[in-house]
């Protein structure tokens, strides 16, 4: 072979060599271009509940997967509150999996620290991947707070090529850092929010929580078909405390008042001070009668002894209480109106009370 023809074959392979190493910068490119349109799309997300549902839909339409979950240790049930919170609890999110301990889920969650590609094996990641079927390979990508491991963000594919060891994850690592730092953030937010719904004399909720929970026991209480409760009470002559011994010691009143409520109640009843003197008491699948036997317990609770008040000085303290309760119907899907029908009808019957002498319990009579 020629010199010219020898510096023909090198100069065809450079050639080659170098067309492919501009298709894969251009693949590169658009890999990049691609990833980052992802994660602006976590961090533009709006709220918590958007950036779950981001997660949840928006990668997996964005990648083209068959499943994606995102698995959240949430161990005081912190985040699922504050999805709660927000009107939009976690029984929504499909393929949101809220645990309060990774141990035991996966066994990669052991040392979790960079995505994990490989085969998907169901004795090992059917916790992670709930209710899949099908998938052939996985990519965990774990999340983290302060250097802790709070769970992943989950890619599956039928593809048992999509996702294996040989894989980079430089992209996918990236990914998980945005997306930890969009659901610190979101939660400090949310927190911040979250403020909002607290009376701050009593610790208890206010009325805009129990406006969005109510709504959320009714949807609950329509899908399971049971009944929900729904107490109202009102501090008898409290105008006469603040009037005899000052808004200091009407404050006290409150508060003990509600502590003396909060002492008869259990965890997942739904408490909220309603306004001034008021107070709302949600009971989750409770019917009348029950309603009723806890409304005699707080009854005799908040009367039990006097309430002590600033200077030294008590006060005997009595309430009244209105009762109603409903068990919707399957079909019915306005339950705003149903939750504001539910708080007039007791409304109703604490009216009721107050008027046939106070310090008494009344039922809705409708």
């Known amino acids: 072979m020629s010199l010219a023809d020898e510096l023909t074959v090198k100069l065809a392979l450079a050639e080659r060599q170098l067309e492919a190493l501009t298709t894969e910068v251009a693949r590169n ?20 509940s958007s950036l779950i549902g981001e997660m949840l839909l928006g990668l997996r339409a964005s990648y083209g997967l068959e499943y994606v979950s995102v698995v959240l240790c949430d161990p005081d049930h912190d985040i699922r509150h504050l999805l709660l919170a927000a009107g939009t609890p976690v029984e929504e999110f499909k393929n949101l ?13 052991v040392a979790l620290r960079q995505p994990w590609l490989g085969a998907y094996s169901a004795c090992d990641h059917q916790l992670v991947f709930p209710g899949a079927s099908g998938l052939a390979s996985i990519a965990m990508i774990p999340l983290a707070h302060r250097h802790q491991l709070i769970g992943s963000i989950n890619l599956g594919s039928r593809d048992e090529e999509r996702f294996t060891r040989a894989h980079a994850a430089d992209f996918l690592a990236h990914l998980g850092i945005i997306a930890s730092f969009c659901i610190e953030n979101e ?42 409760a729904c107490l109202m009470l009102d501090i008898d002559h409290f105008k006469r405390v603040n009037d005899t011994w000052g808004h200091a010691a009407g404050d006290a009143v409150l ?9 008869e109640i259990r965890a997942n009843d739904v408490a909220a001070r309603y306004g001034g003197e008021e107070f709302v008491v949600l009971l989750p699948d409770t019917d009348i009668a029950s309603a009723i036997l806890l409304a005699e317990r707080i009854h ?51 009216y009721r009370a107050k008027s046939g002498g106070r310090d008494q319990i009344a039922v809705d009579a409708g």
């Open 255 to 263: 508060q003990e008042f509600a502590n003396r409520i909060d002492a």
């Open 300 to 350: 005799k609770a908040v009367s039990r002894q006097p309430y002590d008040l600033p200077g030294g000085d008590s006060a005997h303290i009595t309430a009244s209480i209105g009762i109603d309760g409903v068990c919707p119907d399957p079909r019915a899907d306005d339950l705003k109106t149903i939750g504001d029908s539910l708080l007039a009808r007791a409304d109703v019957a604490l």
């Open 97 to 109: 999996v809220m645990v309060e301990s990774l141990v035991g889920v996966a066994p990669q969650y």
């Open 187 to 228: 939660v400090n937010r949310a927190r911040l929010l979250r403020s909002g719904f607290t009376d701050v004399l009593t610790g208890w909720h206010n009325r805009r929580y129990l406006q969005v929970r109510i709504k959320e026991e009714l949807a609950r209480s329509r899908r399971e078909q049971c009944h929900l």
């Open 29 to 48: 490119d658009d890999k990049m271009r691609r990833s980052q349109q992802r994660e602006l799309l976590l961090l533009q997300a709006d709220d918590l």
